[in-house]
Structures are given as C-alpha cells and as structure tokens.
C-alpha cells in the first residue's frame, strides 16, 4: 500500500496510469527506496518502495543507472 510506502503493481481490475519519474537513493533485498516530488505526506515520510517485480514490469520504461563518475574540478586553467 503505497499510504505505508509501498508501491505494489496494479490489480487485474485497475487502471494503469503512468507519468510518474522517480529516481532511486537506495536498495533493499524487496526493492528500490525512491524520495517523492510530491511532498512528505506521501508514503513513509515521503519514500516509496518499488519491489523488483515492479522494475521488471512491462510496463516500467526507461531505467537509467549513473556510474560513479572520477572527480572533475571546477578550477579551469587558461593559457598566458
């Protein structure tokens, strides 16, 4: 029940309506732990839990992953 953070896929009888882009700041062995846009009344205290079944979903469509990036300074050096 996505009132307890849990955001489960639709029932045979429901209606699928997508739009919705999260990111995840975490992992568990259920799932990814995402922060919603919309405001801390949402879910756990503003967290939803998406389980993999839910990631593997038809329906679930672009899935991007950031790889951990070397440090870049932002001190640019010109030329004299």
């Known amino acids: 029940d996505y009132r307890q953070g849990y955001l ?3 029932g045979d009888r ?5 739009g919705h882009a ?3 700041c975490g992992y568990t062995k259920d799932g990814l732990v995402c922060p ?9 205290n503003g967290y939803v839990r998406l389980s993999w ?3 593997k979903w038809e329906e679930t469509q ?7 990036a070397p440090y870049f300074s932002s001190h640019v050096e010109t030329s004299a």
Do not use: Q, V
Not at 36 to 44: M, Q, T
Not at 63 to 68: H, L, N, S, T, V
């Open 62 to 68: 672009d899935i991007w992953a950031i790889e951990k």
């Open 14 to 18: 429901e209606r699928f309506l997508g």
């Open 8 to 10: 489960t896929l639709p």
């Open 36 to 44: 919603n846009s919309w405001d801390d009344d949402y879910g756990d």
């Open 22 to 24: 999260m990111y995840a």
């Open 53 to 55: 079944d839910y990631i």
